[in-house]
């Protein structure tokens, strides 16, 4: 069992950074594959942007690529989404996800994820 604890959302101006974090629970962190998924009001779900189990490997959403980069540390079993120059469209509420196949093409490509977090919001005004 993972629980996934998201932190650092908030309201910033265009232009502006956030860093997101999302701490897990369990002795097992450094084997799943992480990712960070985002949910705007009347939209489905999207994939931002994910990292392997190693951290070797990441994917990013083309709506994002260039601003927003993830990493993780798997000494603090947490996993962060660095986002740079935010834009109205990103405001969502944030959740990340865990993959027990440690994969990061599986969970972003495939969207196999075994764990949500309960989601931080974050709100880009113009």
């Known amino acids: 069992q993972v629980q996934l604890v998201e932190s650092g959302g908030g309201l910033v101006q265009a232009g502006g950074s956030l860093r997101l974090s999302c701490a897990a629970s369990?002795?097992?962190?450094?084997?799943?594959?992480m990712g960070w998924f985002r949910q705007a009001p009347g939209k489905e779900r999207e994939v931002v942007a994910a990292?392997?189990?190693?951290?070797?490997?990441?994917y990013s959403g083309a709506s994002v690529k260039g601003r927003f980069t993830i990493s993780r540390d798997n000494a603090k079993n947490t996993v962060y989404l660095q986002m740079n120059s935010l834009k109205p469209e990103d405001t969502a509420i944030y959740y990340c996800a865990a993959g027990s196949s440690g994969s990061a093409y599986t969970l972003f490509h495939l969207g196999r994820y075994d764990y949500w977090g309960q989601g931080t919001q974050v709100t880009v005004s113009s």
């Open positions: 369990g002795r097992t962190f450094s084997s799943y594959a």
């Open positions: 990292i392997s189990s190693s951290g070797t490997a990441t």
